[in-house]
Antibody
Framework: EVQLVETGGGLVQPGNSLKLSCATSGFTFSTAWMNWIRQTPGKRLEWLAQIEDKSNNYFISYLESVKGRFTISRDDSKSSVYLQMNNLKEEDTAIYYC??????WGQGTLVTVSS | DIQMTQSPSVLSASVGDRVTLSCKASQNINKNLDWYQQKLGEAPKLLIYFTNNLQTGIPSRFSGSGSGTDYTLTISSLQPEDVATYFCFQYNSGYTFGAGTKLELK
């Protein structure tokens, strides 16, 4: 059974940082292209970042508006993907999901940015 | 950037109805479109990939069609468990979701 479990969300003040983790099982993580997507309080879904697999040199792409603030990474030995978020803004408040090739999703982790 | 416009934003229908949801892209997306179902409190679930391919385990009452800029998700006979919000998603150029269609029971 494919499982993705996000952790690391919480309440953070504007300007601070947070690192999300996504632990996976049930599929061959090392060949999977992994993504982070968020859903705003208004229910809008927004793709944030993608990291490809080793055969594609772990190529990374970002939504333009988060480039320079968010960093995606992966650890194939732990079947996990991460999202480092810096200089957080109130508009980053959302549920953050990790997905395997957009076919399998975790349950999400809530990030609230507020003073 | 490619914009995805879904219509209607809210749809009320009765059990057994044939339901059609629309998604229009701002430019040709070459059938690179998926449909997702999201029930309250849950993560989105993939229903249809590459316009008309049914994801494993999804009931056959769901189907997709379209080409160019215009795409459709059809539920042939609405069931109570189909109450959800449905999102289209393009991956032809970048990745963009539509705003969703909320499907309710009449």
């Amino acid at each position: 059974e494919v499982q993705l479990v996000e952790t690391g969300g919480g309440l953070v003040q504007p300007g601070n940082s947070l690192k999300l983790s996504c632990a996976t099982s049930g599929f061959t993580f090392s060949t999977a292209w992994m993504n982070w997507i968020r859903q705003t309080p208004g229910k809008r879904l927004e793709w944030l970042a993608q990291i490809e697999d080793k055969s594609n040199n772990y190529f990374i792409s970002y939504l333009e508006s988060v480039k320079g603030r968010f960093t995606i990474s992966r650890d194939d030995s732990k079947s996990s993907v991460y999202l480092q978020m810096n200089n957080l803004k109130e508009e980053d408040t959302a549920i953050y999901y990790c997905t395997c090739a957009f076919a399998y999703w975790g349950q999400g982790t809530l990030v609230t940015v507020s003073s | 950037d490619i914009q995805m416009t879904q219509s209607p934003s809210v749809l009320s229908a009765s059990v057994g109805d044939r339901v059609t949801l629309s998604c229009k892209a701002s430019q040709n997306i070459n059938k690179n479109l998926d449909w997702y179902q999201q029930k309250l409190g849950e993560a989105p679930k993939l229903l249809i990939y590459f316009t008309n391919n049914l994801q494993t385990g999804i009931p056959s009452r769901f189907s997709g069609s379209g080409s160019g800029t215009d795409y459709t998700l059809t539920i042939s006979s609405l069931q109570p468990e189909d109450v959800a919000t449905y999102f289209c998603f393009q991956y032809n150029s970048g990745y963009t979701f539509g705003a969703g269609t909320k499907l309710e029971l009449k």
